[in-house]
Nanobody, 122 residues
C-alpha cells in the first residue's frame, strides 16, 4: 500500500497548515490511518490517528490544535494544523494499518508513507 503525503511547508508561528494523504489502494478505506512526526534528535511520536469508523486519538501536545479527518470514498485523509508552534517543526509521516492496536504504536504501523517537512519559523 503506497501512501502519498503532501502539504508540508514553511509557516509562521500561530499559522495554519493542512497535510493530505491519499492512496489508490482499496484497503485505504477500511484501515486505521494517522500521522506520526519526527523532529531532529527526537523520537518519532504519534500526532493523530483515525479509525475507519471515524473515532480519533491525538498526541497530548497537539490536542485542541490539530484535527484529523478522512474521506473513505475519496481515499484521502487530512491533518489540519492550527496555532502552529516552533516545536511542531518535524517531518510528518502518513501511516496506515494498526491491526488491533489502539492507539497505534510505531511497531503496530503496517504502512508508512514518505515524510513531508513542516517548518514553523518566523
Amino acid at each position: 500500500v503506497q501512501l502519498q503525503a503532501c502539504g508540508g511547508g514553511l509557516v509562521q508561528p500561530g499559522g495554519s497548515l493542512t497535510l493530505s494523504c491519499s492512496s489508490s489502494a482499496s484497503i485505504f478505506s477500511v484501515i486505521g490511518l494517522g500521522w506520526y512526526r519526527q523532529a531532529p534528535g527526537k523520537q518519532r511520536e504519534l500526532v493523530a490517528a483515525i479509525r475507519s469508523g471515524g473515532s480519533t486519538t491525538y498526541g497530548y501536545s497537539v490536542k485542541g490544535r490539530f484535527t484529523i479527518s478522512r474521506d473513505n470514498g475519496k481515499k484521502t485523509m487530512a491533518l489540519t494544523m492550527n496555532s502552529l508552534k516552533v516545536e511542531d517543526t518535524a517531518v510528518y509521516y502518513c501511516v496506515g494499518g494498526f491491526g488491533n492496536q489502539w492507539p497505534p504504536t510505531p511497531l503496530s504501523v503496517q504502512y508508512w508513507g514518505q515524510g513531508t517537512l513542516v517548518t514553523v519559523s518566523s
